[in-house]
């Protein structure tokens, strides 16, 4: 077993926490909840959730793309959430679709396939979470041909 953080957290006011890293240099990051509840000043939990999937997704693109050899590729990538209550009425993170949008053609890539294939066992954190809700990615090129995934799945995604 591995130890990751420690991470620290200081409630400022309201719902608002203050998030410090044990990384030198890196600066602490304030959260809030949204409203109602808080004043939307910061990323809520939620969006941390999506960001922590969407970055370990496209980093592990990157790596699994740089493992044959290709030049550093630029990628863009968004995330979308949806909640939805549980048997107690409680929201609970429903499905996620995280969309990855390569800054290249397809054809340019050494071994596309293979990575591809590959890079989603990679990520830590979405083999994770998924054991608790779905998450569908999509991988496009620079010509937004659909790579991988479904291209349903965010249709399909947004109705609870």
């Given at each position: 077993m591995e130890s990751v953080g420690p991470i620290n957290l200081a409630l400022e006011s309201g719902l608002q926490f203050r998030?410090?890293?044990?990384?030198?240099g890196v600066p602490a990051v304030t959260t809030d909840a949204m409203?109602?509840?808080?004043?939307g000043h910061g990323p809520d939990s939620e969006r941390l959730l999506?960001?922590?999937v969407a970055t370990c997704l496209s980093a592990s693109l990157a790596f699994a793309l740089r493992k044959y050899r290709n030049p550093?590729?630029?990628?863009?990538t968004s995330a979308q959430a949806?909640?939805?209550p549980n048997e107690q009425g409680r929201l609970r993170m429903h499905s996620m679709v995280?969309?990855?949008?390569?800054?290249?053609?397809?054809?340019s890539?050494?071994?596309?396939?293979?990575?591809?294939?590959?890079y989603q066992d990679f990520c830590t954190v979405t083999a994770?979470?998924?054991?608790?809700?779905?998450?569908?990615v999509r991988v496009f090129d620079s010509d937004a041909v659909l790579l991988s995934g479904n291209e349903q799945s965010a249709s399909q995604t947004s109705s609870p």
């Open positions: 998030v410090e890293y044990d990384l030198p409203p109602p509840l808080g004043l999506m960001a922590s550093e590729t630029p990628m863009r949806w909640l939805a995280v969309d990855i949008h390569l800054g290249v053609a397809a054809d890539l050494r071994f596309l396939d293979r990575a591809l294939a590959q994770s979470i998924r054991r608790a809700f779905p998450i569908h």
